[in-house]
Structures are given as structure tokens and as C-alpha cells.
T-cell receptor, first 113, second 110 residues
Framework: KAGVTQTPRYLIKTRGQQVTLSCSPI?????VSWYQQTPGQGLQFLFE???????NKGNFPGRFSGRQFSNSRSEMNVSTLELGDSALYLC????????????FGSGTRLTVV | GENVEQHPSTLSVQEGDSAVIKCTYS??????FPWYKQELGKRPQLIID?????GEKKDQRIAVTLNKTAKHFSLHITETQPEDSAVYFC?????????FGTGTRLQVFP
């Protein structure tokens, strides 16, 4: 059974640009959630999608958005990148909900210069 | 951002000793408390979880306890081994939110 797959693994972008990250969940998992990991703020919850609908949202500005497709694959978009957006972005999938066992992908390391 | 209070931030033990990490949460409605282990450069991996209807759960050398009244939960690792060295995160969760602890860097010296 394939795990959670995130692409790309590494990304370098310039301030002001926008970026799209992709996450393919474990087959059969319908809940996909996104997290930002930084040395200063630790692991922060961004949002969760279930059956193509955003079901829960953390405390991030509107520049951070996402979507989920009918095959449960999810994308996260960050517009007008800032230096502080440099982080490891992790995606996790679960068969049911946030309070059910979820598996993380390896993450996308985004560097904004 | 929001974080669960987690202590200590770093913990060094001798191989074979026990390690205890403690967390305090804030929302009495939270009902799911997983623990994740993250080795350097790798993804967080679930090592054990506990739900609010259970006070204690054990899996080999790892145990978790939950005190709902005090809103405390703890991770206990016995007979530590060098491969237990990693950052450990506690998580407070329910159906609409997940809040991570600030992490504990555990080092086990042979």
C-alpha cells in the first residue's frame, strides 16, 4: 500500500511569487490535512479537506488556500510569498477525520528568497 | 500559532533508563491524543494514541496516560535505546482541530 506522496520535495521561490504543492493520500483515505513546520513555530495546522470540501481551517492568512479533487488528491497554494513562508509543508491523510489515525507524507521544503 | 504546552524541550538519558514527556491541553472537548516521533530529516510517525474514554494505554516499551480532570497527558518510554533518539510531539485533537506540542528532543546515549 503506497504511503502519502508529496511533490515536489524541494522548492525555491522568490518573494511575491505563488506556489502550488501537491499531495496524494493513501488509497481510500478521504481526509487530507496540511501542516506547516518551522523551527520557530513548530507544527501548525493549516486546513483539512474531506470529499472535496474544506472541513476545518487553522489560523493562517488567506494567502494560504487549498483544494481537493474527486480522487482525494489535494493541492495547497500560497500566493504572494513572504520570507516567513519558508518551511517544511507536510500533508497527512486519514480515512475518517482529524481525530482518527493519520499518516504524514515526507513533506515539501519551501525556501523563499 | 497555537501549541500544546509540552515539557521538557530537551531530554538526555542513558540507554536503558526511562524517559517521560508531559503535555497540558486546554480544551475539555478534545478527545484524541496521539504522539508522533520525528527523526531528523524524516516525516512524523504515529507511535501511540489515546482517546478520552481511556486513562492509560501501553504498547511494548511505550505507554501513555491521560488525566482529563487536570488536562494532562504523558508519554513514558522504558528501557530506552539509541534508536529512540528523535523529536517527540504530543497532539491535542478532536474532529475540527489538531494542536501540536512544541516538541521534545530526546537523546539516548549508549
Amino acid at each position: 500500500k503506497a504511503g502519502v506522496t508529496q511533490t515536489p520535495r524541494y522548492l525555491i521561490k522568490t518573494r511575491g511569487q505563488q506556489v502550488t504543492l501537491s499531495c496524494s493520500p493513501i488509497s481510500g483515505h478521504r481526509s487530507v490535512s496540511w501542516y506547516q513546520q518551522t523551527p520557530g513555530q513548530g507544527l501548525q495546522f493549516l486546513f483539512e479537506y474531506f470529499s472535496e470540501t474544506q472541513r476545518n481551517k487553522g489560523n493562517f492568512p488567506g494567502r494560504f488556500s487549498g483544494r481537493q479533487f474527486s480522487n482525494s488528491r489535494s493541492e495547497m497554494n500560497v500566493s504572494t510569498l513572504e520570507l516567513g513562508d519558508s518551511a517544511l509543508y507536510l500533508c497527512a491523510s486519514s480515512s475518517l477525520s482529524l481525530n482518527y489515525g493519520y499518516t504524514f507524507g515526507s513533506g515539501t521544503r519551501l525556501t523563499v528568497v | 500559532g497555537e501549541n500544546v504546552e509540552q515539557h521538557p524541550s530537551t531530554l538526555s538519558v542513558q540507554e536503558g533508563d526511562s524517559a517521560v514527556i508531559k503535555c497540558t491541553y486546554s480544551d475539555s472537548a478534545s478527545n484524541y491524543f496521539p504522539w508522533y516521533k520525528q527523526e531528523l530529516g524524516k516525516r512524523p510517525q504515529l507511535i501511540i494514541d489515546i482517546r478520552s474514554n481511556v486513562g492509560e494505554k501501553k504498547d511494548q516499551r511505550i505507554a501513555v496516560t491521560l488525566n482529563k480532570t487536570a488536562k494532562h497527558f504523558s508519554l513514558h518510554i522504558t528501557e530506552t535505546q539509541p534508536e529512540d533518539s528523535a523529536v517527540y510531539f504530543c497532539v491535542e485533537g478532536n474532529t475540527d482541530k489538531l494542536i501540536f506540542g512544541t516538541g521534545t528532543r530526546l537523546q539516548v546515549f549508549p
